[in-house]
Protein backbone atom coordinates (compact mmCIF):
# COMPACT_ATOMS: atom_id res chain seq x y z
CA UNK A 1 0.00 0.00 0.00
CA UNK A 2 1.50 3.27 -1.03
CA UNK A 3 1.58 5.64 1.78
CA UNK A 4 1.10 9.58 2.08
CA UNK A 5 4.16 11.84 1.66
CA UNK A 6 5.65 12.82 4.54
CA UNK A 7 7.67 16.07 5.45
CA UNK A 8 11.57 15.82 7.28
CA UNK A 9 12.61 18.83 8.60
CA UNK A 10 16.30 19.97 7.72
CA UNK A 11 18.90 21.87 9.39
CA UNK A 12 21.60 22.57 6.91
CA UNK A 13 25.01 24.75 7.55
CA UNK A 14 26.43 26.66 5.48
CA UNK A 15 29.57 29.24 6.23
CA UNK A 16 28.66 33.19 6.69
CA UNK A 17 30.43 35.56 4.54
CA UNK A 18 33.60 36.16 5.83
CA UNK A 19 33.34 40.20 6.01
CA UNK A 20 31.21 40.08 8.66
CA UNK A 21 28.23 41.89 7.34
CA UNK A 22 25.19 42.11 9.15
CA UNK A 23 22.28 40.96 6.85
CA UNK A 24 19.80 39.70 8.98
CA UNK A 25 18.54 41.21 12.10
CA UNK A 26 17.88 37.90 13.48
CA UNK A 27 20.56 36.81 16.03
CA UNK A 28 19.65 32.93 15.91
CA UNK A 29 20.39 32.96 12.42
CA UNK A 30 23.57 35.07 12.78
CA UNK A 31 25.02 33.08 15.22
CA UNK A 32 23.79 29.24 14.80
CA UNK A 33 23.95 29.83 11.17
CA UNK A 34 21.96 27.00 9.50
CA UNK A 35 19.90 26.59 6.43
CA UNK A 36 16.25 25.46 6.44
CA UNK A 37 14.81 22.52 4.08
CA UNK A 38 12.26 20.16 3.94
CA UNK A 39 12.70 16.66 2.74
CA UNK A 40 9.06 15.50 1.43
CA UNK A 41 8.99 11.58 0.40
CA UNK A 42 6.54 8.61 0.23
CA UNK A 43 7.08 7.34 3.46
CA UNK A 44 8.01 4.03 4.06
CA UNK A 45 10.78 1.28 4.00
CA UNK A 46 13.90 2.29 2.40
CA UNK A 47 12.96 5.13 0.41
CA UNK A 48 15.02 5.42 -3.16
CA UNK A 49 17.80 7.49 -3.11
CA UNK A 50 18.76 6.84 -6.40
CA UNK A 51 17.03 10.38 -7.40
CA UNK A 52 15.86 14.08 -5.57
CA UNK A 53 14.95 16.67 -6.72
CA UNK A 54 16.00 20.19 -5.52
CA UNK A 55 13.81 23.36 -5.36
CA UNK A 56 14.73 26.67 -3.69
CA UNK A 57 14.01 30.78 -4.23
CA UNK A 58 16.04 33.33 -3.60
CA UNK A 59 14.00 35.01 -0.91
CA UNK A 60 10.61 33.12 -0.52
CA UNK A 61 9.89 30.39 1.73
CA UNK A 62 9.50 27.41 -0.79
CA UNK A 63 9.11 24.61 2.34
CA UNK A 64 5.46 24.57 1.95
CA UNK A 65 5.68 24.67 -2.01
CA UNK A 66 2.37 23.15 -3.67
CA UNK A 67 4.41 21.02 -5.75
CA UNK A 68 6.28 18.97 -3.11
CA UNK A 69 3.49 16.72 -2.64
CA UNK A 70 2.46 15.76 -5.72
CA UNK A 71 5.94 15.17 -6.95
CA UNK A 72 6.70 13.04 -3.89
CA UNK A 73 3.71 11.24 -4.21
CA UNK A 74 4.73 10.41 -7.87
CA UNK A 75 7.22 8.57 -6.42
CA UNK A 76 10.09 11.33 -6.64
CA UNK A 77 11.61 12.51 -3.49
CA UNK A 78 12.12 16.53 -3.41
CA UNK A 79 13.37 18.92 -1.21
CA UNK A 80 12.61 22.08 -0.85
CA UNK A 81 15.24 24.69 0.85
CA UNK A 82 15.61 28.24 1.44
CA UNK A 83 18.56 30.75 1.32
CA UNK A 84 19.82 33.08 4.39
CA UNK A 85 17.74 35.63 2.65
CA UNK A 86 14.35 34.04 3.29
CA UNK A 87 12.04 36.76 3.72
CA UNK A 88 14.74 39.30 3.99
CA UNK A 89 14.49 40.26 0.50
CA UNK A 90 16.28 43.74 0.70
CA UNK A 91 19.77 42.01 2.10
CA UNK A 92 19.56 39.32 -1.08
CA UNK A 93 22.81 38.43 -2.68
CA UNK A 94 22.89 36.82 -5.54
CA UNK A 95 26.29 34.81 -5.42
CA UNK A 96 25.83 34.03 -1.72
CA UNK A 97 22.31 32.60 -2.25
CA UNK A 98 24.09 30.72 -5.12
CA UNK A 99 26.16 29.07 -2.53
CA UNK A 100 23.38 28.86 -0.53
CA UNK A 101 21.80 26.45 -3.17
CA UNK A 102 25.13 24.54 -2.84
CA UNK A 103 25.04 24.02 0.29
CA UNK A 104 21.66 21.73 -0.09
CA UNK A 105 23.35 20.17 -3.24
CA UNK A 106 25.69 18.94 -0.55
CA UNK A 107 23.65 18.13 1.93
CA UNK A 108 21.47 15.97 -0.26
CA UNK A 109 24.47 14.16 -1.91
CA UNK A 110 26.41 13.79 1.19
CA UNK A 111 23.89 13.71 4.25
CA UNK A 112 20.92 11.79 2.25
CA UNK A 113 22.92 9.67 0.23
CA UNK A 114 20.80 11.16 -3.34
CA UNK A 115 22.80 9.61 -5.94
CA UNK A 116 21.44 11.54 -8.86
CA UNK A 117 19.77 15.31 -7.89
CA UNK A 118 17.96 17.69 -10.52
CA UNK A 119 17.46 20.82 -9.61
CA UNK A 120 14.14 22.57 -10.10
CA UNK A 121 13.92 26.00 -10.64
CA UNK A 122 10.26 27.26 -10.20
CA UNK A 123 9.40 31.08 -10.94
CA UNK A 124 12.12 33.06 -9.27
CA UNK A 125 14.03 30.02 -9.05
CA UNK A 126 14.54 29.47 -11.74
CA UNK A 127 17.08 32.31 -12.66
CA UNK A 128 18.71 30.96 -9.37
CA UNK A 129 18.92 27.46 -10.46
CA UNK A 130 20.17 28.14 -13.82
CA UNK A 131 23.20 30.42 -12.13
CA UNK A 132 24.15 28.06 -9.80
CA UNK A 133 24.23 25.00 -12.46
CA UNK A 134 26.37 27.62 -14.57
CA UNK A 135 28.60 28.27 -11.97
CA UNK A 136 29.04 24.62 -10.90
CA UNK A 137 30.12 23.31 -14.42
CA UNK A 138 32.41 26.42 -15.08
CA UNK A 139 32.75 28.95 -12.34
CA UNK A 140 33.88 32.54 -13.45
CA UNK A 141 32.56 34.76 -10.44
CA UNK A 142 34.77 35.97 -8.09
CA UNK A 143 33.19 39.11 -6.81
CA UNK A 144 29.81 40.38 -6.67
CA UNK A 145 28.86 43.55 -9.06
CA UNK A 146 29.61 45.76 -5.62
CA UNK A 147 32.80 44.62 -5.49
CA UNK A 148 32.52 42.32 -2.61
CA UNK A 149 34.20 38.74 -2.63
CA UNK A 150 32.63 36.35 -3.97
CA UNK A 151 34.50 32.99 -5.24
CA UNK A 152 32.39 30.44 -6.25
CA UNK A 153 35.29 28.31 -7.52
CA UNK A 154 36.15 28.08 -4.53
CA UNK A 155 32.67 27.11 -2.97
CA UNK A 156 32.93 24.13 -4.72
CA UNK A 157 29.78 23.87 -6.24
CA UNK A 158 28.42 20.51 -7.03
CA UNK A 159 27.03 20.55 -10.48
CA UNK A 160 22.99 18.99 -10.51
CA UNK A 161 22.60 16.21 -12.74
CA UNK A 162 19.54 18.25 -14.99
CA UNK A 163 17.66 21.37 -14.67
CA UNK A 164 14.17 21.65 -14.82
CA UNK A 165 12.79 25.78 -15.59
CA UNK A 166 8.78 25.44 -14.68
CA UNK A 167 7.01 28.89 -14.67
CA UNK A 168 10.53 29.91 -14.64
CA UNK A 169 11.80 33.62 -15.72
CA UNK A 170 14.89 34.15 -17.06
CA UNK A 171 16.02 36.65 -13.98
CA UNK A 172 15.23 39.05 -11.40
CA UNK A 173 16.41 41.69 -13.25
CA UNK A 174 15.14 41.03 -16.63
CA UNK A 175 11.41 40.86 -14.57
CA UNK A 176 12.16 44.35 -13.48
CA UNK A 177 13.64 46.03 -16.63
CA UNK A 178 10.42 44.78 -17.79
CA UNK A 179 8.18 45.77 -14.84
CA UNK A 180 9.42 48.76 -13.60
CA UNK A 181 7.21 51.77 -14.80
CA UNK A 182 8.88 54.12 -16.56
CA UNK A 183 6.85 57.19 -15.74
CA UNK A 184 8.53 58.19 -12.60
CA UNK A 185 10.63 61.56 -13.05
CA UNK A 186 11.46 62.08 -8.89
CA UNK A 187 13.15 58.82 -7.60
CA UNK A 188 12.16 60.67 -4.22
CA UNK A 189 8.36 61.12 -5.21
CA UNK A 190 6.23 58.52 -6.64
CA UNK A 191 3.67 61.53 -7.63
CA UNK A 192 6.26 63.17 -10.08
CA UNK A 193 5.21 60.81 -13.51
CA UNK A 194 5.42 61.92 -16.64
CA UNK A 195 1.89 61.33 -17.80
CA UNK A 196 2.61 60.67 -21.48
CA UNK A 197 4.38 57.04 -19.87
CA UNK A 198 1.72 56.32 -17.18
CA UNK A 199 0.77 52.86 -18.34
CA UNK A 200 -2.07 53.41 -16.51
CA UNK A 201 -3.24 57.21 -17.80
CA UNK A 202 -6.93 57.41 -18.32
CA UNK A 203 -7.97 56.61 -22.04
CA UNK A 204 -5.54 54.70 -23.00
CA UNK A 205 -6.25 52.53 -25.66
CA UNK A 206 -5.97 48.77 -26.42
CA UNK A 207 -4.08 47.00 -27.99
CA UNK A 208 -1.47 49.72 -27.35
CA UNK A 209 0.42 51.16 -30.19
CA UNK A 210 3.46 49.07 -31.14
CA UNK A 211 5.99 52.54 -31.24
CA UNK A 212 4.75 53.96 -27.56
CA UNK A 213 5.57 50.24 -26.25
CA UNK A 214 9.12 50.59 -28.13
CA UNK A 215 9.27 54.44 -26.62
CA UNK A 216 8.01 52.99 -23.41
CA UNK A 217 10.86 50.20 -23.18
CA UNK A 218 13.39 51.96 -23.67
CA UNK A 219 12.24 55.01 -20.93
CA UNK A 220 12.09 51.78 -18.71
CA UNK A 221 16.06 50.94 -19.06
CA UNK A 222 16.70 54.38 -18.81
CA UNK A 223 15.09 54.38 -15.22
CA UNK A 224 17.20 50.97 -14.12
CA UNK A 225 20.22 52.54 -15.64
CA UNK A 226 19.57 55.82 -13.17
CA UNK A 227 19.46 53.76 -10.62
CA UNK A 228 22.68 52.06 -11.05
CA UNK A 229 24.41 55.31 -11.49
CA UNK A 230 22.87 56.27 -8.34
CA UNK A 231 23.71 52.68 -6.31
CA UNK A 232 27.04 52.58 -6.99
CA UNK A 233 28.02 56.73 -6.38
CA UNK A 234 26.15 56.05 -3.17
CA UNK A 235 28.08 52.95 -1.84
CA UNK A 236 30.91 54.81 -3.07
CA UNK A 237 30.04 57.43 -0.59
CA UNK A 238 28.93 54.93 2.13
CA UNK A 239 32.31 52.65 1.96
CA UNK A 240 34.36 56.13 1.69
CA UNK A 241 31.56 56.95 5.57
CA UNK A 242 32.56 53.63 6.82
CA UNK A 243 29.15 52.56 6.17
CA UNK A 244 28.40 49.14 5.28
CA UNK A 245 25.29 50.15 2.64
CA UNK A 246 22.83 52.47 1.77
CA UNK A 247 19.00 51.53 1.36
CA UNK A 248 16.34 53.18 -0.22
CA UNK A 249 12.80 52.66 -1.99
CA UNK A 250 12.27 52.04 -5.45
CA UNK A 251 8.34 53.10 -6.41
CA UNK A 252 6.06 51.77 -9.09
CA UNK A 253 7.53 48.94 -10.03
CA UNK A 254 4.45 47.16 -11.90
CA UNK A 255 4.00 48.38 -15.23
CA UNK A 256 4.72 46.10 -17.58
CA UNK A 257 2.51 46.41 -20.65
CA UNK A 258 1.72 42.88 -21.55
CA UNK A 259 -0.46 42.97 -18.05
CA UNK A 260 -2.86 45.03 -20.28
CA UNK A 261 -2.23 43.89 -23.77
CA UNK A 262 -2.50 40.06 -24.28
CA UNK A 263 -1.49 40.71 -27.70
CA UNK A 264 1.77 41.72 -26.87
CA UNK A 265 3.65 38.25 -26.05
CA UNK A 266 0.22 36.30 -26.40
CA UNK A 267 -0.03 33.50 -24.93
CA UNK A 268 -3.10 31.57 -22.80
CA UNK A 269 -3.16 34.51 -19.69
CA UNK A 270 -5.77 36.70 -19.03
CA UNK A 271 -5.35 40.83 -18.73
CA UNK A 272 -3.65 41.04 -15.09
CA UNK A 273 -1.02 40.37 -13.05
CA UNK A 274 0.21 37.63 -10.24
CA UNK A 275 -0.85 40.44 -7.98
CA UNK A 276 -4.35 40.37 -9.26
CA UNK A 277 -4.85 44.30 -10.79
CA UNK A 278 -1.39 45.67 -11.66
CA UNK A 279 -2.56 49.50 -11.20
CA UNK A 280 -3.17 49.42 -7.09
CA UNK A 281 -0.06 46.72 -7.01
CA UNK A 282 2.35 49.44 -8.74
CA UNK A 283 2.21 51.20 -5.91
CA UNK A 284 1.35 48.89 -3.19
CA UNK A 285 4.12 48.37 -0.43
CA UNK A 286 4.89 45.05 -1.23
CA UNK A 287 5.72 45.65 -5.12
CA UNK A 288 8.53 43.86 -6.61
CA UNK A 289 11.58 45.46 -5.95
CA UNK A 290 10.00 47.91 -3.40
CA UNK A 291 12.63 48.16 -0.98
CA UNK A 292 16.71 47.65 -1.61
CA UNK A 293 20.09 48.32 -0.81
CA UNK A 294 22.80 49.48 -2.99
CA UNK A 295 24.69 46.25 -2.39
CA UNK A 296 21.61 44.23 -3.16
CA UNK A 297 20.23 46.41 -6.09
CA UNK A 298 23.43 45.74 -8.12
CA UNK A 299 23.62 41.98 -7.30
CA UNK A 300 20.19 41.33 -7.71
CA UNK A 301 17.70 44.10 -9.91
CA UNK A 302 20.40 45.73 -11.69
CA UNK A 303 20.15 44.74 -15.79
CA UNK A 304 23.63 45.47 -16.57
CA UNK A 305 24.93 44.32 -13.49
CA UNK A 306 23.61 41.26 -11.89
CA UNK A 307 25.38 37.86 -12.69
CA UNK A 308 21.79 36.12 -12.03
CA UNK A 309 20.48 36.01 -15.83
CA UNK A 310 19.55 32.70 -16.98
CA UNK A 311 19.82 33.74 -20.56
CA UNK A 312 23.65 34.47 -19.88
CA UNK A 313 24.36 31.57 -17.93
CA UNK A 314 21.85 28.70 -20.10
CA UNK A 315 24.69 28.91 -22.38
CA UNK A 316 27.31 27.88 -20.10
CA UNK A 317 25.07 24.75 -19.05
CA UNK A 318 25.72 21.22 -20.29
CA UNK A 319 23.65 19.28 -18.28
CA UNK A 320 19.80 18.09 -19.76
CA UNK A 321 17.50 20.95 -19.30
CA UNK A 322 13.58 20.93 -19.65
CA UNK A 323 12.05 24.31 -20.24
CA UNK A 324 8.02 24.25 -18.91
CA UNK A 325 6.43 27.60 -19.54
CA UNK A 326 2.87 27.60 -17.89
CA UNK A 327 1.16 29.13 -20.68
CA UNK A 328 -1.33 31.18 -18.94
CA UNK A 329 1.26 32.96 -16.61
CA UNK A 330 1.01 36.31 -15.66
CA UNK A 331 4.62 36.83 -14.44
CA UNK A 332 7.05 34.50 -16.74
CA UNK A 333 5.82 34.99 -20.48
CA UNK A 334 6.42 32.49 -23.62
CA UNK A 335 9.02 34.59 -25.36
CA UNK A 336 11.50 34.27 -22.34
CA UNK A 337 11.06 30.61 -22.08
CA UNK A 338 11.80 30.27 -25.74
CA UNK A 339 14.68 32.31 -25.30
CA UNK A 340 15.70 30.42 -22.58
CA UNK A 341 15.54 27.31 -24.67
CA UNK A 342 17.07 29.08 -27.04
CA UNK A 343 19.90 29.60 -24.60
CA UNK A 344 20.74 26.18 -23.19
CA UNK A 345 24.42 25.17 -24.08
CA UNK A 346 24.51 21.45 -23.94
CA UNK A 347 22.80 19.38 -26.67
CA UNK A 348 20.30 17.68 -24.27
CA UNK A 349 17.12 20.68 -23.85
CA UNK A 350 13.61 19.95 -23.77
CA UNK A 351 11.00 23.10 -24.23
CA UNK A 352 7.48 21.46 -23.21
CA UNK A 353 4.99 24.63 -23.11
CA UNK A 354 1.90 23.61 -20.51
CA UNK A 355 -1.15 25.05 -21.90
CA UNK A 356 -4.34 26.58 -19.81
CA UNK A 357 -1.85 26.78 -17.15
CA UNK A 358 -1.38 29.89 -14.79
CA UNK A 359 1.83 30.78 -12.46
CA UNK A 360 0.53 29.34 -8.91
CA UNK A 361 -1.83 26.74 -10.96
CA UNK A 362 -4.54 28.67 -9.10
CA UNK A 363 -8.02 27.03 -9.06
CA UNK A 364 -6.45 24.67 -11.20
CA UNK A 365 -6.95 21.26 -9.71
CA UNK A 366 -5.70 19.20 -12.38
CA UNK A 367 -2.75 21.54 -12.58
CA UNK A 368 0.03 19.85 -10.39
CA UNK A 369 -0.56 16.61 -12.27
CA UNK A 370 0.02 17.93 -15.17
CA UNK A 371 3.22 19.35 -14.33
CA UNK A 372 4.34 16.38 -12.37
CA UNK A 373 4.02 13.85 -14.75
CA UNK A 374 5.84 16.39 -17.04
CA UNK A 375 9.13 16.16 -14.77
CA UNK A 376 8.71 12.38 -14.34
CA UNK A 377 7.84 11.80 -17.76
CA UNK A 378 11.38 13.83 -18.71
CA UNK A 379 12.86 12.14 -16.17
CA UNK A 380 12.37 9.15 -17.17
CA UNK A 381 13.53 9.63 -20.51
CA UNK A 382 16.61 10.32 -19.13
CA UNK A 383 16.31 7.16 -17.05
CA UNK A 384 16.99 8.45 -13.95
CA UNK A 385 13.76 6.99 -12.82
CA UNK A 386 12.07 3.96 -13.83
Given at each position: ?22 EMH ?45 IAA ?183 PRF ?127
Open positions: MTTQPADHFQRIPYEPAADGRISGLSRHYPVLHGNLVEPDGPAPSREVGVLMAHPASNFLSHFLLRPAGIPIMAMNTRYSQNEPALIMERAAVDLGAGMRWMREELGFKHVVLLGFSGGGPLSSFYQAQAENPTVTHTPAGDPADLAAAGLIPADGLTLVGAHAGRARVLRNWIDPAVTDEADPTATNPGLDLYAPGRTLPLDRKWVAEYRAAQLARIDRIDDWARAELERATARGDSDRAFTVHRTVADLDTTLDPGDRQPGCMYGDPRPANTAAGGLARFCTARNWLSTWSFRQSNADALRNLPQVKAPVLVAPLMADQAAFPSESRAMFDAVGGPERELIELAGLNHYLVDQPDGPGVVVRTIRDWLGHRNLIA
